[in-house]
């Protein structure tokens, strides 16, 4: 049972943090703004694909998640 706990609680940690970065995603001025994402815009429709942003917070949270299984 506390390997059930654990789980919740990292999840729970996780949803927090998704939160927080939706919440201040739009003050941070470089998010969504990197060399590499990819914006195509034709008539009214804008496909936006923001690749740089995803490499650099999965390298963000690979690195974070390495610390903490330590």
């Given at each position: 049972?506390?390997?059930?706990g654990r789980f919740l609680v990292?999840?729970?940690l996780i949803l927090?943090?998704?939160g927080v970065l939706l919440w201040l995603g739009p003050k941070i001025p470089w998010l969504g703004?990197?060399?590499g994402d990819i914006s195509w815009q034709r008539g009214r429709f804008t496909f936006y694909f923001p690749l740089g942003t995803c490499?650099?917070?999965?390298?963000?949270?690979?690195?974070?998640?390495?610390?903490?299984r330590r």
């Open positions: 049972m506390s390997e059930m990292i999840m729970g927090v943090g998704l703004k990197l060399p490499i650099v917070l999965s390298v963000v949270l690979t690195l974070l998640f390495t610390l903490f």
